[in-house]
T-cell receptor, first 113, second 112 residues
């Protein structure tokens, strides 16, 4: 069966520090991968999505970047965190063909102080 | 045109009652409409989904009603239970795209 792993679960980082969040998927090949951010009590904002290794589409201009160095690995990064980067970050995957919805990871709660 | 409008923002229902959450869209190219359930501190989980070739889909106590002409769809939770207390998101996507457009979420509280 397919599983998605996201870590760390919580993170407290100072303003100006770098960020690296990792997401991996097991049990499937060629998934579509997504990074979402959810502000407290708010909806889901799509940040990046990827349909293949090295292919990244950015939805919102911001202080973050994403990379996909391997088929089932998706990384969210920042060189210098801002207070406004705080939030709940969710990785998700979906099959490449057909329509079966997303499967989300358990999320990373990031607090920038 | 890419938006999905969800209402209400919050909902309080008595145990055993019916919870109804509504979503509306403009893009007639949307052809897949999932609902997600999210508990605090967790990622959203796919609850139920519908395609526009049917007007209703039922899974247990959860039913999606779909009105293609009105471009609206809704989630009905029958016999609502305290364990259903969560945030619910509707979403929509169209063939050939890789993205889902999410509604803003409804926070449901079921009173015991």
């Amino acid at each position: 069966s397919q599983t998605i792993h996201q870590w760390p679960a919580t993170l407290v980082q100072p303003v100006g520090s770098p960020l690296s969040l990792e997401c991996t998927v097991e049990g499937t090949s060629n998934p579509n991968l997504y990074w979402y951010r959810q502000a407290a009590g708010r909806g889901l904002q799509l940040l990046f999505y990827s349909v293949g290794i090295g292919q990244i589409s950015s939805e919102v201009p911001q202080n973050l970047s994403a990379s996909r160095p391997q088929d089932r690995q998706f990384i969210l990064s920042s060189k210098k965190l801002l207070l406004s980067d705080s939030g709940f970050y969710l990785c998700a995957w979906s099959v490449r063909t057909g329509r079966y919805g997303y499967t989300f990871g358990s999320g990373t709660r990031l607090t920038v102080v | 045109q890419q938006q999905v409008k969800q209402s209400p923002q919050s909902l309080i229902v008595q145990k055993g009652g019916i919870s109804i959450i509504n979503c509306a869209y403009e893009n007639t190219a949307f052809d897949y409409f999932p609902w997600y359930q999210q508990f605090p501190g967790k990622g959203p989980a796919l609850l139920i989904a519908i395609r526009p070739d049917v007007s209703e889909k039922k899974e247990g106590r959860f039913t999606i009603s779909f009105n293609k002409s009105a471009k609206q769809f809704s989630l009905h939770i029958m016999d609502s239970q305290p364990g259903d207390s969560a945030t619910y998101f509707c979403a929509a996507s169209s063939s050939g795209t890789y993205k889902y457009i999410f509604g803003t979420g409804t926070r449901l509280k079921v009173l015991a």
